[in-house]
């Protein structure tokens, strides 16, 4: 298995821009978390999915944040519209639901000028 | 709600001492409890995972750690580190809402070896 595939691995966009982050979780994991990473504020989970459907999103920033799970192969964090605040790395992670046990991807790293 | 305290930000050992990082949880019931490492650069990997039974687990790369539940501590443990042991380490705590988990991670302890 490869594993939580995480596109991009690296981004730089301009303040104001929209920017998608992707994961792909690993087949037949039906929980899947976004966490944020900064030096400041640690590892942040901002919100996970079961069974494609948002569990807790309490996470999340602000309104300027959203995700999305069409499928349970894919899922998407929009930041619309990006501020250098949100400069951070972005990790998706993927567990089965009655185990815990979370595999994460290797992360995007967001640099918003 | 769970929480996990890692009480050391940073410690210092020299290659081939022993280590032990710390690591105390809150939780109402029977805890998951995991150890991850992060590697500069990388993501999270896990070292070992307690969810019941024997107290001592095992984990990757010569690691251990111990469930002390009247201590409501999982402290991580290696008889002999290596200059590549050097990252991040992340305790957590798990619990199950319903059909769905997630997990509590405290802040980390950054280690630093010396040759």
């Known amino acids: 298995d490869a594993g939580v595939i995480q596109s991009p691995r690296h981004e730089v966009t301009e303040m104001g821009q929209e920017v998608t982050l992707r994961c792909k979780p690993i087949?037949?994991?039906?929980?899947l978390f976004w966490y944020r990473q900064t030096m400041m504020r640690g590892l942040e989970l901002l919100i996970y999915?079961?069974?494609?459907?948002?569990?807790?999103d309490s996470g999340m920033p602000e309104d300027r944040f959203s995700a999305k799970m069409p499928n349970a192969s894919f899922s998407t964090l929009k930041i619309q519209p990006s501020e250098p605040r949100d400069s951070a790395v972005y990790f998706c992670?993927?567990?089965?639901?009655?185990?815990?046990?979370?595999?994460f991807g290797p992360g995007t790293r967001l640099t918003v000028l | 709600a769970q929480s996990v305290t890692q009480p050391d930000i940073h410690i210092t050992v020299s290659e081939g001492a022993s280590l032990e990082l710390r690591c105390n949880y809150s939780?109402?019931?029977?805890?998951?409890l995991f150890w991850y490492v992060q590697s500069p650069g990388q993501g999270l990997q896990l070292l070992l995972k307690?969810?019941?039974?024997?107290?001592l687990v095992q984990g990757i790369k010569g690691f251990e750690a111990e469930f002390k539940r009247s201590q409501s501590s999982f402290n991580l443990r290696k008889p002999s580190v290596h200059w590549s042991d050097a990252a991040e380490y992340f305790c957590?705590?798990?619990?199950?809402?319903?059909?769905?988990?997630?997990?509590?991670f405290g802040t980390g302890t950054r280690l630093q070896v010396t040759l």
């Open positions: 992670a993927a567990s089965r639901s009655s185990y815990n046990e979370q595999f």
């Open positions: 087949s037949g994991h039906n929980s």
């Open positions: 999915f079961n069974n494609n459907v948002p569990i807790d």
């Open positions: 939780y109402g019931a029977t805890p998951y």
């Open positions: 307690y969810f019941s039974g024997d107290t």
């Open positions: 957590a705590v798990g619990a199950t809402y319903g059909t769905a988990s997630k997990l509590t």
